[in-house]
């Protein structure tokens, strides 16, 4: 059997980031890090309803800030800042009174965050929807948004079977071995009549230019620099 690799883990301090941000000593280390589990549970708990993908944790000298990666942020907000000024509080409680800074940010393309893809399966999985027409309906929506690859895996008495078995589907490339490629991976559950399904799910995100050198480059095929790319312009062209 091949040895099975946590893509995101793999890829840590190449193009992944903790998503804990911080540096305690051995004592407290295991102290701080399940207090982040409990944050990171309460705040996908009380906003089940808005879209959370992920939960960032910093901490400082007695502040801990939480960031929160929503694709609706207005029901993360509430009305006049009410819910904000709650789910604060409560944190707060959680850890022995410090000072909470609570920072929202919003997702603009849901259909590329893995944990929300995994999550919409499961939901029409409980909405009693086939497994093969939601996988594949997903699939397409993401591939629509610009990614370059997605496999779905759903395990479990699919259909309401009395045995159960794993369907999977792919579409696109999924290169999990190539580290420079931003796989991200990320797995929810549908609790059925039948019992619980388990839905992973593998991304391969668009391609972005982040280096001075790979936006202004020539393209070789059509031999013209990028539209907007910042390239001196030729002696007779400035004499003009």
Sequence with gaps: MGQKVNPIGFRLAVNKKWQSLWFAKKAKFGDLLLEDLKIRDFVKKQLAAAAVAKVTVERFANRIRVTVHTARPGIVVGRRGAQVDDLK?????MCSGKEIYLDIVEIK???????????????????????????????QATMDAGAQGIRIRCAGRLGGAELARVEQY??????????????????????????????KVWICKPKQATTEDSKNATNAKTRKAPKGSARPQSRNRQSK
């Design 89 to 93: 509080a409560r944190i707060s409680r």
């Design 109 to 139: 393309q849901p259909e590329l965050e893995v944990n929300l893809v995994a999550e919409n399966v499961a939901q029409q999985l409980e909405r009693r929807i086939g497994f093969r027409r939601a996988m594949k309906r997903t699939m």
């Design 170 to 199: 792919k579409e696109g490339k999924i290169p999990l071995h190539t580290l420079r490629e931003d796989i991200d991976h990320g797995l929810a559950e549908a609790q059925t009549q039948a019992g619980t399904i388990g839905v």
